[in-house]
């Protein structure tokens, strides 16, 4: 299969309770996927194009919902076997 375009995303999990120091608060979760979800409208992203990050709750996620909306395929790469990774 061929793509037009291949985007790739990846980004910061939410900070988990007690996070000494803030990374991505869940707070953020709202502004970063309207962030994501402008870029992707800027670029045009559609079907036809592949989508392709990591299997992390925070961005990763975000990302791949996004493109999902938007009828493009995605690919998530797990950097861990499955058993391990839902641990």
Known sequence: MSYNRVIVCSG?????PGR????????KEAAVRDRIVDRL????????????????????ILFAEACADRGT????????????FLQ
């Open 41 to 60: 409208k800027t670029w045009q992203v559609s079907a036809g194009d592949l989508g392709i990050c990591g299997g992390a709750r925070g961005a990763d």
């Open 20 to 27: 000494p120091t803030e990374r991505f608060p869940p707070r």
């Open 12 to 16: 910061h999990m939410i900070d988990t």
């Open 73 to 84: 395929e995605v690919w998530l790469f797990l950097p861990l076997p499955l058993p391990e």
